[in-house]
């Protein structure tokens, strides 16, 4: 089972992520996430990526589509994977598509997260992340622990650098320029979920749910 997280930086895709994952045992497949760890260890996917990353821009997609190849052909894959953070543009859906046609195998549903500019401006600046479990949180809305150290798993809680005023202006404008078309994309197709994103993660869950069926 192949389902896609789709939405805006920002709309709590990370956080609905790690639900889906416990309730069908799928691994969590951010691209996001891989870049970040492949940039810590300076791998040459990693310092390849950083440019991009730090300016909110994409990462070109012949790179992306590659490492989204590796890992779905990972044995933990076989059953299946939660995409976050891909496809982020159509030639990638298309990619995707054609990689998923060689082992006879589509994209179960596409799960679209709904959360308006405002919001998300609001989420960003003021997020929190732990550098190794990727939990979030919110300087107001939910503050991490003063020591700055995750409480589950022990690593360093941090503001990622493309979190800055400045690239989440990018990062919005080029979700709605390469990013959004995709929303017709699996429109088309009949398998797009939309989902509100505004709300208590646990509502949100629940929404998901009832979206999947
Ligand atoms: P966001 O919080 O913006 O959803 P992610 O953690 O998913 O961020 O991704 C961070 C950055 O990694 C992106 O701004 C982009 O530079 C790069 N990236 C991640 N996934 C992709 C992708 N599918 N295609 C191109 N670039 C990507
Ligand atoms: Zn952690």
Redesign the pocket.
Known sequence: MIVILLGP??AG?GTQAAALVKRYGIPHV????I?RANLAEKTPLGLE?KG??EK????PDDL?VRLIGDRLSQSDAAKGALLD?????TA?AQALEAFLDKESKKVAACLLLEVDDQELLKRLTGRRVCRSCGSGWHVAFSPPPSDLVCPKCRGEIYQRT?DSQETIKN?LKVYHEQTSPLIDWYKAKGILKAVNGLGEPSQIEAAIAKALG
């Open positions: 930086p920002g895709k951010s691209t996001g996430d870049f990526a991009y990353m909110g821009a994409l990462v992306v953070g891909f496809p982020r543009t990638q493309d990062r």
